[in-house]
Structure formats: structure tokens, C-alpha cells
């Protein structure tokens, strides 16, 4: 007589109830959009408070007695020690969230990156304690890049696992829709703030936008503590019982040599996105401030404006990749980023107010958000069940290290290297466009596919 596993059957019924249309009840669903959403805007709320800082106020309060290029590359380099770890926070994160859910990691990970934030709201000076203040400036860069190096891909997976299949576009785009509300919210602050006289906002008037983070943190830390499991994740967890005796080592040498395919394509769409969001949030506004000698004001209102163009536009954009696939918005949008590149530096070299402010309302308000609203959801279809979130989360973070890392250094150094001028800028942010075309044209059409699967989308 043969004794039927109840694992098996457990796993059977689990993948034909999740796969297509997921057991998430409404009310569920939107407990998890609201922490993805909140978890993905304090992280993002934090990186731009870090860029414009860095771009702003960290050369003089970090790094003096420089020059103002020297200072700039040095606060861009404290900025890029993140990226050193993030890798490391990806590998190790998306382990756990393989073999532990993806809930798990996901309160981990917002409580490490408001930590950080708050730390650094309340960093003494490099006037007040010396070299202790750029080293402890590094280490809490390093905390946070290892807390970021999972948390917007697990943001992902568990909001994008959850969703009906008709919806996933759209789902997937809040988290999205959420990083363009915390670049939103800090540019927002930091010009407000920066209306205060020079002397206060250097003293303390800065530090505001880091310590009210703590409140998103808060709120975020509570949602998450209260949702339930990603659902695919839970099938997972039935077909590994009911599996135990395959050797978890061989798997995963197996499972990487399959998904190869996969990562290099998923690769590639990670630099193209990132690398634009981190040079042009991050090193084009000192470029525009420091060297082409413009209003921070009018920069950072620039940056605000976009990011409330972002807001309105990022779900709409979830909604046409559910309609039309993600593929081809991808390449529109990408498209777009490469093209814009030279007009936007020959605008921003008239010193128009106008036409400055312009530059940062259509990069930030259109192509930025916009692509990591196709990429949210995409990058988690593209890979198997099993591995995805170390998968995904090793893609992100060494394209993060790649772009977001070196892109705004290399950027600086040349500039620091060359002169002020622009071509070598332009050069970089369309080398990095065209790797996330070309990578977007070879990949797979995705938004049909079972999440349930085991196998990646190639």
C-alpha cells in the first residue's frame, strides 16, 4: 500500500491556488502594498536625503579644507562605501528569505536602514569631533547599504507574489510608486529647509529630514510585523518538505548554472535603470550646483517637481506593462533615457533657470520611477521559485554596486580630472541607458508567466 504525502499534496494544491490567482483577500493585499509602499519610500526617503546631503552640505561638514570638486568626490565616496556591502546584504538576506519568508527579512531590513538614517541625523561634525566624523559617517553608510541590499527586492516579491496575475504590473509599481514618494518627501523637506539662512541649515537645520525618517521606520516596522507570508513562498516551503532528501548544496550550484541566463539579462536591466537614478539624483545635482555654479534651490525644486510627476505617473505605467507586456514598455522608456541624455546636458549648460529645473522634472518625474516600476515586478517574474529572492537580490546589488556605486565616483573623478565639462557626464549616462536597452530587447516577455514555477522565464 502506498502512503500518499501530505507535503506533496499540500504543495500540489498550494501551486494550483497561487500560481495564477493567489489566496491573498483583499484586505490582506492592501495591508502588504501599504508596507511595501512605506518600506521602498524610507528607503528611498534615505538615499536621496544622503545624495542631496552628500552633493550639498557633507563636503564642507565632512570633508573641508578642499577644494569644492575634491569635496564632492570624497562625500560621493563616502556614499559609494554602501554599495561595498549591499552585495553582502543581498547574498545573505536573500538566503534567509529563501529558506525563512520573505516577511522576515523585510522587518529586519527597514528597521537596519531607519537606524542608519537616524544615526546620521545626529552625527557630530567634522568641526566637532575630527576624523571620528567621516569614519562614523562611513559606518553608518555601511549599515544601511547592508539593510538596502534586500529590502526593495524583497518589497518586491512579497507584494508581486501576492497579487493576481492580471494585476501584477500594477502591484509591482507600488513599490515604485513608493520610492518616488520618499524622493518626494525628502527633496520636498530639503527645500524647505534650505530657505533657512546658510549658517542655521548647515549648524542643524539638515538634520531634520534624517530624524523625522524614525517615524516612517515606526509605522513601517508595525505594518510588517502584521502581514501575512507571500503565498508562493508558502507553496515553496510545502514542496521542500515533501523534497528533503535532495542535497541543498548541489541545488544550489545547479540552480545558479540554470539561471544564468536569467541573472546576465536581469543584470543588465538593473545598470540601465540604476545607473541613471544614481547619477542623475545623486552626481548631476552636485555637477549642476558645484560646477555649473546653479541655485541649489532651483535644483532641488527641480528634483520635487519631478517626483510629483513620478508619483502621478509610476502606477499608470504598472498598469500599461499588465496590458501591453513588460517588455515593450521597458525599451520605450529606455528608449527615451538615451535619447534625453544630450539635450539635458546642453540644457543645463545654458544656465537657464528654466530649462535647468526642466532637466531634473522630466529625468526624475518620467524615465527614473517609471523603469523601476517595469523592473519591480519584471525582475521578480524573470527568475524560478526557489531561489528568487537570492537571485533577485544578488542581481540588484552588484548592479547596484556597478552603477549606483561607481557610476556617480567615475563621474566625479572625471570631472575632478578633466574640467567641468559635460561630454564625459553624457558619455556615462548613455552607456548605462544602452546596456538597459540591449539587455530589455534579448529579454523574455514575462507578465503571463506561473509564479509557482521552479523553472526561470528563459
Do not use: C
Not at 246 to 262: C, L, M, P, T
Amino acid at each position: 500500500m502506498v502512503t500518499e504525502n501530505p507535503n506533496l499534496k499540500y504543495a500540489e494544491a498550494s501551486t494550483k491556488g497561487t500560481a495564477l490567482h493567489p489566496e491573498v483577500s483583499p484586505a490582506e493585499l492592501r495591508r502588504t502594498s501599504i508596507s511595501s509602499f512605506l518600506g521602498s519610500a524610507l528607503e528611498y526617503m534615505d538615499f536621496t536625503l544622503y545624495t542631496l546631503a552628500a552633493a550639498l552640505v557633507f563636503g564642507p561638514l565632512f570633508f573641508p579644507n578642499t577644494d569644492p570638486a575634491m569635496a564632492l568626490m570624497a562625500s560621493f565616496a563616502a556614499f559609494g562605501s554602501g554599495f561595498l556591502v549591499r552585495p553582502l546584504g543581498g547574498i545573505y538576506f536573500g538566503y534567509l528569505g529563501d529558506k525563512y519568508g520573505r516577511k522576515t527579512v523585510l522587518v529586519i531590513t527597514v528597521g537596519m536602514m531607519g537606524i542608519a538614517t537616524l544615526g546620521m541625523g545626529l552625527l557630530p561634525t567634522f568641526a566637532q569631533i575630527g576624523i571620528v566624523a567621516p569614519i562614523l559617517l562611513v559606518l553608518l553608510r555601511l549599515i544601511q547599504g547592508f539593510g538596502a541590499g534586500a529590502e526593495l527586492s524583497g518589497a518586491s516579491l512579497l507584494l508581486v507574489e501576492s497579487a493576481p496575475i492580471g494585476k501584477r504590473g500594477f502591484y509591482g509599481a507600488v513599490v515604485a510608486l513608493g520610492t518616488a514618494t520618499g524622493v518626494l518627501l525628502a527633496s520636498g523637506l530639503w527645500l524647505l529647509l534650505s530657505q533657512m539662512p546658510k549658517e542655521e541649515f548647515l549648524a542643524w537645520g539638515w538634520r531634520i529630514p534624517f530624524l523625522l525618517s524614525v517615524g516612517t521606520t515606526l509605522v513601517a516596522l508595525y505594518l510588517r510585523r502584521s502581514i501575512s507570508e507571500s503565498p508562493v513562498f508558502e507553496a515553496v516551503k510545502a514542496r521542500r518538505e515533501a523534497a528533503r532528501a535532495e542535497s541543498r548544496q548541489q541545488s544550489v550550484w545547479r540552480d545558479a548554472a540554470d539561471a544564468k541566463k536569467s541573472f546576465l539579462v536581469s543584470l543588465g536591466i538593473k545598470l540601465g535603470e540604476n545607473g541613471s537614478v544614481y547619477l542623475v539624483k545623486g552626481f548631476l545635482i552636485g555637477w549642476t550646483v558645484s560646477v555649473v555654479k546653479m541655485d541649489a534651490n532651483l535644483v532641488t525644486t527641480g528634483v520635487t517637481l519631478g517626483s510629483i510627476l513620478g508619483v502621478a505617473t509610476v502606477l499608470l505605467t504598472g498598469k500599461l506593462t499588465d496590458r501591453f507586456g513588460r517588455r515593450k514598455v521597458w525599451l520605450w522608456l529606455s528608449g527615451f533615457q538615451f535619447a534625453f541624455t544630450i539635450p539635458a546636458m546642453l540644457m543645463i549648460e545654458t544656465r537657464n533657470p528654466v530649462l535647468v529645473a526642466l532637466v531634473f522634472v522630466i529625468f526624475v518625474g518620467g524615465p527614473l520611477p517609471n523603469m523601476y516600476g517595469v523592473e519591480s515586478t519584471w525582475l521578480v517574474e524573470m527568475f524560478g521559485s526557489k531561489r528568487r529572492f537570492s537571485f533577485m537580490t544578488t542581481v540588484k546589488e552588484i548592479g547596484a554596486v556597478l552603477s549606483g556605486g561607481l557610476g556617480p565616483i567615475m563621474a566625479a573623478a572625471i570631472v575632478a580630472a578633466t574640467g567641468p565639462g559635460w561630454v564625459p557626464v553624457a558619455g556615462i549616462l548613455m552607456s548605462y541607458a544602452a546596456i538597459g536597452w540591449v539587455a530589455g530587447f534579448f529579454a523574455p516577455e514575462t507578465r503571463d508567466r506561473d509564479l509557482n514555477s521552479e523553472a526561470d522565464a528563459f
